[in-house]
T-cell receptor, first 117, second 112 residues
Framework: GAVVSQHPSRVICKSGTSVKIECRSL??????MFWYRQFPKQSLMLMAT?????????EQGVEKDKFLINHASLTLSTLTVTSAHPEDSSFYIC?????????????FGPGTRLTVT | KNEVEQSPQNLTAQEGEFITINCSYS?????LHWLQQHPGGGIVSLFM???GKKKHGRLIATINIQEKHSSLHITASHPRDSAVYIC??????????????FGKGTLLTVNP
C-alpha cells in the first residue's frame, strides 16, 4: 500500500524555538495533505488542509502564523511550529490523499511527538 | 454531542474472543474509515467503506448507511490486536479535499 513518512519521529525543543516537521508521500503523488494534532487520550483534530502549490486552509482556532504549512511539491508538505511553547507539546500526524480507483484514500504518517521544554 | 460516537470506550477481552466495536454518526457521509493506532502512535488504515461489508483476515467491517452505524469485528482475537481503534467519517462531496471527523477511539486490550 501507499506509504507516508514523517520526520523527525520525535523532537524535543526549548520554548521559543521553531520546529519543522516533514511529511512525504513515498510512492504516490498527493495533491492534498492534512495535518492533525492529537493530545493524550484524545481524538485527532484536523489543523489544516494543504494543497500543492496553494495556501493551506486552517481550521477554526488554529493560528496560521504559528503553524506554518508549506506544500511545495506533490510529495512533500512541511509544518513549522514557530515560537513553540510547552502547550504546543503534542503528537502531530500528517496524512496524504492518494487515488484509489475513482475515489481518494487517506494514508497516514507515523506521527511526530513534539515536546517543548 | 460528537458527530461520531464510538462504543465501548474501553474493552478488555481474553485471547480468542470475538470482539465488536461500534460507531454511530449523525451527519451525511461519503465513506467511513476504521483506523488502528498502536501505543507508539502510528495510524494504520484498516478499512474504508461506503456500503455493505468488507473482510480482511480476522477483521470484518460493516456499515448501515440508513441507520448511520458501522461495526468493526475481530474474530479469534490475539494480544497483538491490542490497540486503539478509531472510526472516522468522510464528509460528503468529491475530490481530494474532503475532511475526516474522528471518533474518540476504543482502547482494546486482549489478554493472553
Amino acid at each position: 500500500g501507499a506509504v507516508v513518512s514523517q520526520h523527525p519521529s520525535r523532537v524535543i525543543c526549548k520554548s521559543g524555538t521553531s520546529v519543522k516537521i516533514e511529511c512525504r508521500s513515498l510512492d504516490f503523488q498527493a495533491t492534498t495533505m492534512f495535518w492533525y494534532r492529537q493530545f493524550p487520550k484524545q481524538s485527532l483534530m484536523l489543523m489544516a488542509t494543504s494543497n500543492e502549490g496553494s495556501k493551506a486552509t486552517y481550521e477554526q482556532g488554529v493560528e496560521k502564523d504559528k503553524f506554518l504549512i508549506n506544500h511545495a511539491s506533490l510529495t512533500l508538505s512541511t509544518l513549522t511550529v514557530t515560537s513553540a511553547h510547552p502547550e504546543d507539546s503534542s503528537f502531530y500526524i500528517c496524512s496524504a490523499n492518494g487515488r484509489q480507483g475513482p475515489s481518494y484514500e487517506q494514508y497516514f504518517g507515523p506521527g511526530t511527538r513534539l515536546t517543548v521544554t | 454531542k460528537n458527530e461520531v460516537e464510538q462504543s465501548p470506550q474501553n474493552l478488555t477481552a481474553q485471547e480468542g474472543e470475538f470482539i465488536t466495536i461500534n460507531c454511530s454518526y449523525s451527519v451525511g457521509i461519503s465513506a467511513l474509515h476504521w483506523l488502528q493506532q498502536h501505543p507508539g502512535g502510528g495510524i494504520v488504515s484498516l478499512f474504508m467503506l461506503s456500503s455493505g461489508k468488507k473482510k480482511h483476515g480476522r477483521l470484518i467491517a460493516t456499515i448501515n448507511i440508513q441507520e448511520k452505524h458501522s461495526s468493526l469485528h475481530i474474530t479469534a482475537s490475539h494480544p497483538r490486536d491490542s490497540a486503539v481503534y478509531i472510526c472516522a467519517v468522510r464528509s460528503m462531496g468529491g475530490g481530494s479535499n474532503y475532511k475526516l471527523t474522528f471518533g474518540k477511539g476504543t482502547l482494546l486490550t486482549v489478554n493472553p
